[in-house]
């Protein structure tokens, strides 16, 4: 898979949890993203970001236009924070489940809007969370 960078942006007020999700919608739609898939991309972008934010202290978010190994193109987005990490990740995947006083369904709701989805974290040293999306 290649990918185009088109920014990397930070993460830490809400200010920039909108900015996130307003740069996502443009990128997605120069993609060629469907209004649908578009409201995917940037729900889970809007998920990540606040959860950087919220959970990670802040961080950063890389957008890039990317192609996948078949050839479609899409978004790859990697968001990085060096907050206190999940000391879990199996359990921080199950629906339901919560850190907070959440529903439980941010990561494995986010997980399910896109085409590909990567969370690595160490206690203590934070959390790397990347997704892509392909256009149809």
Do not use: C, Y
């Not at 949890?17 to 649908?36: D, E, K, M, N, W």
């Not at 690595?120 to 256009?135: C, I, L, N």
């Amino acid at each position: 898979m290649t990918t185009e960078p088109t920014g990397e942006m930070p993460i830490a007020s809400n200010d920039d949890v909108v900015r996130v999700r307003q740069v996502v919608r443009t990128v997605a739609a120069s993609a060629g993203f469907s209004l649908v898939d578009q409201t995917k991309i940037v729900t889970a972008a809007s998920e990540l970001a606040r959860n950087t934010l919220v959970h990670g202290g802040g961080g950063s978010v890389g957008i890039a236009q990317a192609v996948s190994d078949r050839g479609k193109p899409g978004l790859r987005i990697v968001f990085t924070d060096q907050g206190p990490g999940i000391p879990d990740t199996e359990q921080a995947l199950v629906e339901g489940w919560s850190s907070g006083n959440g529903l439980g369904l941010g990561l494995s709701g986010t997980r399910r809007l896109v085409d590909e989805f990567s969370l690595d974290s160490v206690p203590g040293e934070g959390t790397t969370v990347t997704v892509a999306k392909w256009t149809r």
